[in-house]
């Protein structure tokens, strides 16, 4: 070949099969899960003006210091590529007026970008699920918000990740505990590593967040927070734990939990794989798959007047490799022309059987033989055979793929008889189900 193929953008992926049906599943159940806690749905823009991020997510934070895909534009205007969702959210939220729809839950997903080293579970263009609750200061909305992540979660099939829960108060509280903890370290400081001396002026709180051997020693001793809550800050938490509680969601205390972005304040957390679990396995080192919390001073950062808010984002690449690979849906018809000429007769047939919502496919490749296989392969219900008697006489021969059942029939016809094929498929699954149930509820009375 005499011209090279362009590679693809390290750290950025081409998702397919198996995977990509991971990926829209986790999709579709966050749109369903959404719509159950009445979270209205959001497009935002790709990119943004520098300033929304460094403003609001804080010139110290890893994002805005060192993660950020930041270009000019041809006007001369600094320009970034998304490296999260909720500061693009918070500028629309001042600059559409949104204050008027307040308390607002919102809902997106799509997306970002983040100049990482790429490993597993980490690349440079991910995408994210996020919902934001603004304007809304009750520890109730920290609850739903919880609750909405917990049940997603659990729709997806994931049961062995928990929410690990801290609060890092209000301002007053925040910041007579980082005065305590630059105390604290900088009486060590020589024996912490580089990025941990170098954060602790600027975010001290991110040395409890870190993995390096050098300071883990130091941390258990830290200062906690609990010693630095005022009683308002302290009647937050207990109202937000006391809320999961009431609605059932498992949760566990971090005391050393901060979150990686400045603006937060009271409810931090994130949903981490249990040790030892089948998750904690899929995700490797990259543990966490959902984070957020409380960022009541995040409209200031902007110009805007204070408004409390809480949110969450989840990174959908990580929730789809615990879901697992997903097989793609059986189709349903499968159209069989037996020659040539019963091709336009095919076409006719499949978009009729679309029309009528069935997933349909046409076999016109390769012999006869081959193309039942592929009807059967690809796990139809029923083959809709073509040749040129069904031409000669406007029908069709309506095979059951599961029994063999054969029959001619007309066009309406066997339309009919996909609905009563489909109409039986469900039932069998439905009488599982109840089968299940059943069961369930024998072991039930069994326990009691
Ligand atoms: P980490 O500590 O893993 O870098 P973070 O604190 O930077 O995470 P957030 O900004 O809280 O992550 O983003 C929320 C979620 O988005 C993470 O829990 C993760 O699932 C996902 N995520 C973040 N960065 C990446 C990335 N580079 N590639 C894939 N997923 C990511
Ligand atoms: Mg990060």
Redesign the pocket.
């Known amino acids: 070949m005499s011209k090279k193929t362009p590679q693809a953008i390290r ?1 950025t992926q081409d998702i397919f099969g198996a995977d990509a049906e991971a990926f829209a599943f986790v999709v579709e159940t966050f749109e369903r899960v959404r719509r159950l806690y009445r979270f209205r749905r959001v497009e935002m823009p790709v990119f943004e003006k520098t300033e929304v991020f460094a403003r609001s997510l804080g010139e110290t934070t ?2 805005v210091s060192k ?1 950020m895909y930041s270009f000019d534009d041809r006007g001369g205007e600094s320009l970034t590529l998304r ?2 969702f909720t500061a693009g959210i918070a500028r629309a939220f001042l600059t559409n007026g949104w204050q008027q729809y307040a308390p607002l839950k919102v809902a997106t997903h799509g997306p ?1 970008f ?1 100049y ?1 080293r ?1 490993q597993k ?4 263009q ?3 699920i996020d919902a934001e609750v603004i304007g809304a200061g009750e520890p109730q909305a920290d609850v739903e918000l919880l609750a909405m992540a917990d049940q997603l979660l659990r729709e997806l099939g994931i049961h062995d990740v928990t929410l690990h829960l801290n609060t890092l108060g209000d301002g007053e509280s925040r910041e007579a505990w980082r005065a305590a903890l630059i105390e604290y370290f900088r009486a060590v400081k020589d024996q912490l590593s580089e990025e941990s001396q170098e954060r602790l002026e600027k975010n001290p709180l991110r040395i409890l ?1 870190s993995k390096d051997p050098r300071d883990k020693p130091f941390l258990a001793d830290a200062p906690k927070i609990d010693a630095f809550l005022s009683e308002e800050a302290s009647a937050f938490f207990a109202a937000v734990t006391s809320g999961l509680d009431a609605a059932g969601v498992k949760w566990v205390r971090a005391e050393s939990l901060v ?3 400045d603006y937060y304040r009271h409810t931090a957390f ?2 981490i794989p249990d040790e030892g679990s089948a998750s904690a396995a899929a995700l490797g080192s ?7 919390g409380r960022y009541d001073g995040l409209m200031e950062s902007l110009g805007g007047a204070p408004t409390p808010a809480v949110g ?8 789809a490799m615990l879901v697992g690979q997903r097989p793609e849906e059986p189709i349903e018809i499968a159209v069989i022309p037996m020659n040539e000429g019963a091709l336009l007769k095919a076409i006719e047939v499949a978009q009729e059987f679309r029309l009528s919502g069935f997933s349909t496919e046409i076999f016109a490749r390769g012999n006869v033989k081959k193309r039942f296989n592929r009807a059967d392969q690809a796990g139809a219900m029923a083959a809709m055979i073509i040749g040129d008697d069904e031409i000669a006489s406007g029908t069709l021969q309506f095979k059951n793929l599961a029994t063999g059942e054969q029959s001619t029939v007309d066009l309406a016809g066997s339309v009919e008889r996909a609905w009563e094929l489909r109409l039986d498929r469900d039932a069998g699954g439905i009488d599982t189900m109840l089968g299940d149930l059943e069961g369930a509820v024998d072991a039930l009375d069994d326990a009691n």
């Open positions: 750290g890893d994002v993660e490296p999260e970002l983040r990482e790429p579970g980490r690349y440079r991910f995408h994210q967040d979150r990686g972005l994130e949903f990259q543990s966490t798959v959902l984070g957020g969450w984002a989840a990174g959908i690449e990580r929730l």
